[in-house]
């Protein structure tokens, strides 16, 4: 099958919707099919694949539009513009698109379209579009990142299940590659707890330097965030247990997680997104949950009903209150000193990963059974 993904993420960039765009097409490819990614192009100057620790190149057209008002709305035209040129001699079978406007531009374009959606419509006129989107007949599927946001959707539009195939697929992450060298972290041999993340609010940084405190034995890595966001929880800090790294390309991560001996997922109930401070703490479905998973280590998240979704207490992690640091710190020394508990909820992690959560079965759900 020949795919166009329209992508609203920068890319290369910091965010993790970058990520899930380029594994999404990585892994449409690795399961048969032709893709062509069309979004923005990044500030960064450096290899595409590399960065996000792809062996294969990714056919991309970025265009390079300037972060302001009206950008949108050039990149959508963008997009149809490109489809508009080279639709005929691709013969695309599907548009798959994160990206609301582009898809409702892409309407008189014939092709079949697929549109995934990660949280609801933010302003008036998004909601406008996606009823225009959500009454076409060229839209075939809707993909939801919770069941959270589904409901969320069926509340809003009572007949979109009759109207519309709608499925639910949860993020997903790489499998974790072998031989990964572990980065050098155990220079006195305590116990490692690490984050791997961005750090605005919601994502649980403050959480986790308050919880260091009651943890004086134990050390604790914060891996990602801007410096801002990083200076920011430096300043919370009050013992010498907490490292930070800023901010490191998604490739570099898994050396720093092979290290970890416990990781955490301390979602609060109100999540901002870092550019338009929309709330995702109701729908959200955290990339890095399915990393840490992945990498087979025993997992400490946050007791909320989206998260509930894919993690199961005592079963795949401990889930324990998000606003608790006490709580936070039982879970961590439980799991401290009961290695064979440690071990059976990493290793039931990681069973669930394989068997729900690579992005080749992600690919492969989301096209699957698909009418056209």
Not at 45 to 57: F, L, N, P
Not at 159 to 188: H, M, Q, T, Y
Request: with cysteine; hydrophobic share 35%.
């Amino acid at each position: 099958m020949r795919i166009a993904y329209l992508s609203q993420s920068r890319i290369p960039s910091q965010d993790a919707n970058s990520v899930h765009v380029i594994k999404m097409c990585s892994a449409f490819i690795d399961n048969g099919h032709q893709v062509d990614l069309i979004g923005y192009k990044g500030d960064k100057t450096v290899d595409i694949a590399d960065y996000y620790g792809e062996k294969k190149e990714i056919p991309t057209t970025l265009f390079r539009i300037a972060p302001k008002a009206g950008e949108t709305v050039k990149l959508a035209l963008q997009c149809y513009f490109w489809l508009m040129k080279n639709g005929k001699k691709k013969q695309y079978n599907i548009i798959y698109s994160r990206n609301i406007l582009a898809s409702v531009f892409t309407l008189p374009i014939k092709t079949p379209l697929i549109h995934e959606i990660h949280s609801p419509a933010r302003t008036r006129i998004h909601s406008l579009l996606e009823k225009v989107l959500l009454n076409s007949k060229k839209l075939k599927r809707i993909v939801f990142i919770t069941d959270s946001l589904k409901q969320h959707y069926l509340k809003t539009y009572p007949d979109l299940n009759r109207k519309k195939d709608l499925i639910v697929l949860a993020d997903a992450s790489d499998k974790f590659p072998s031989g990964v060298e572990p980065a050098d972290l155990n220079k006195n041999g305590r116990y490692k707890v690490g984050y791997i993340g961005h750090l605005y609010p919601g994502k649980g940084g403050e959480l986790i330097t308050t919880v260091a405190s009651l943890c004086p034995n134990i050390d604790f890595h914060i891996v990602g965030g801007k410096r801002s966001d990083v200076e920011r929880l430096q300043k919370l800090t009050t013992g010498d247990n907490v490292k930070f790294t800023g901010h490191i390309s998604h490739k570099a991560t898994k050396t720093y997680l092979a290290a970890f001996d416990l990781v955490l997922a301390p979602y609060s109930e109100k999540v901002s997104l870092a550019k338009t401070k929309q709330d995702i703490g109701k729908w959200m479905s955290p990339l890095k949950l399915f990393e840490y998973m992945s990498a087979q280590k025993p997992i400490v998240c946050s007791d909320l009903p989206p998260l509930r979704e894919v993690m199961r207490d005592n079963d795949n992690c401990l889930l324990v209150p998000h606003n608790s640091p006490e709580a936070w710190r039982d879970a961590i020394n439980t799991l401290k000193d009961d290695q064979n508990r440690s071990k059976r909820i990493a290793l039931k992690g990681h069973h669930d990963f394989m068997a729900h959560h690579t992005w080749e079965k992600r690919t492969e759900k989301s096209l699957d059974g698909l009418n056209i």
